[in-house]
């Protein structure tokens, strides 16, 4: 079992930053890919990145390539999102997710958090 807990959600103006943090506890961190989603309101869940066991392989949606990077410390067994350019279409409730494979871009990872609230206002 794996736990994850995000962090750093909030109401930004579009153009603003902001920087998203998903911390894991139960199992070693670092045997696990990792993914981001969102959610917005009506819509259904969406890939926004993911990120390799090392770190080595990322991938984006086309949408935040360029704006959005992720990346890990596996040492902290925590996972980010850092978000630059923010625009109001990426208003939506954003999710961490953890699975224990090398690499994952498919939206059927094992292990879920409870989502971050993200609202960029124009």
């Known amino acids: 079992q794996v736990q994850l807990v995000e962090s750093g959600g909030g109401l930004v103006q579009a153009g603003g930053s902001l920087r998203l943090s998903c911390v894991a506890s139960?199992?070693?961190?670092?045997?696990?890919?990792a993914g981001w989603f969102r959610q917005a309101p009506g819509k259904e869940r969406e890939f926004v990145a993911a990120i390799s066991l090392t770190g080595g392989r990322t991938s984006y949606l086309d949408s935040v390539k360029g704006r959005f990077t992720i990346s890990r410390d596996n040492a902290e067994n925590t996972v980010y999102l850092q978000m630059n350019s923010l625009k109001p279409e990426d208003t939506a409730v954003y999710y961490c997710?953890?699975?224990?494979?090398?690499?994952?871009?498919?939206?059927?990872?094992?292990?879920w958090g409870q989502g971050t609230q993200v609202t960029v206002s124009s």
């Open positions: 997710a953890a699975h224990p494979t090398p690499f994952k871009i498919g939206a059927d990872y094992s292990y």
């Open positions: 139960g199992r070693t961190f670092s045997s696990y890919a």
